[in-house]
């Protein structure tokens, strides 16, 4: 139930940015600006979609790793891999001790999937093999779309409020102009919105993974433990909250950096013990576990 659930309301928040933009778009910069956004927009989230993979390894410090330095990893990613019918991905490891992975790439033939050093010390391979699983239904799931997607919906509402800003676009005469309380409320809780929206579509993939990941591995269990282990290790070790980390955190199983005070409200990742809950429950309902469906 969670899983068709989580799918329906991707969409339904999707639509909702939508909606949201096609609102404001319209009410503050007119037709002219709501095209420039567009145009913006889409080549800037155009450009991080297909670079993504290079952007987030990058930042992560991460490097190739053969099969003879990690045979286990190479093993259960392989095995995983063929479970869902689906090309072996590009496996990487970053040096960083806090306990974290992620998968980035646009599509299963671009995909990597990266582990800290930190993870691969403190879970077992049952519990590694699960987070395995759910980096994995990231890509199979397209999330890396999804958001691309999100955030480029959510960039244009931005960008048409800094248009409305600086540029005369829009309000055509004074009688037809919005008024100005209204006008002001627009542009400042216009791109606040499409922000949270964003941030509410990053944790519902979240729990997506959560479900096709373990479905995927056939181990709810595994994977809560693991969630459970790294998010007490990101917690003892976060990462500082600069460009170079904060550019990737969404991507990471969870939250890297400090979730303390106002940041819970803006996290990309839900709450770790809902996140458990959720597995817990899957774990004593078989029909859950499997066959993977990825949304």
């Known amino acids: ?11 339904a928040l999707l639509g909702l940015l939508t909606a949201l933009i096609l609102g404001i778009g319209f009410a503050v910069a007119g ?21 993504s993979d290079k952007i987030a390894l990058r930042s992560m410090r991460a490097r190739p790793v053969s099969e003879a330095e990690f045979p ?47 993870i691969t010390q403190i879970l077992d391979y049952r519990e590694l093999r699960a987070v395995i699983g759910h980096e994995l239904s990231h890509v199979y799931n397209r999330d890396i779309l999804i958001s691309s997607v999100a955030a480029a919906i959510s960039g244009m509402i931005t960008f048409i409020a800094y248009l409305a800003w600086f540029l005369p676009i829009g309000g055509g005469d004074d009688d037809d102009a919005p008024n100005p309380a209204v006008f002001l409320a627009m542009l400042i809780l216009g791109p606040f919105a499409a922000s949270i929206i964003q941030l509410a579509i990053s944790r519902n993939r979240e729990y997506q993974a959560d479900a096709s990941g373990a479905a995927l591995s056939r181990d709810p269990l595994a994977l809560a433990s693991a969630l459970r282990k790294i998010d007490a290790g990101a917690r003892q070790m976060p990462l500082p909250a600069d460009n170079q980390y904060t550019r990737t955190a969404h991507l990471m199983i969870a939250n890297p950096l400090s979730g303390a005070g106002l940041a819970k409200l803006f996290s990309t990742h839900p709450p770790m013990a ?20 990825f949304q």
């Open 1 to 11: 139930m969670h899983r068709h659930y989580n799918g329906l309301k991707t969409a």
């Open 72 to 118: 286990a990893l190479y093993q259960m990613v392989r095995e995983l891999a063929a479970d869902a019918r689906q090309p072996m991905p590009q496996l990487y490891v970053s040096p960083t001790m806090q306990p974290n992975a992620f998968a980035t790439g646009r599509s299963p033939k671009h995909a990597a999937v990266a582990v800290t050093t930190g």
């Open 31 to 51: 037709t002219s600006g709501l095209i420039i956004a567009l145009i913006i927009s889409l080549l800037m989230n155009g450009a991080s979609y297909f670079w």
């Open 274 to 293: 809902d996140r458990v809950r959720r597995l817990e429950e899957m774990a004593r309902n078989p029909r859950e576990v499997g066959p993977v469906q």
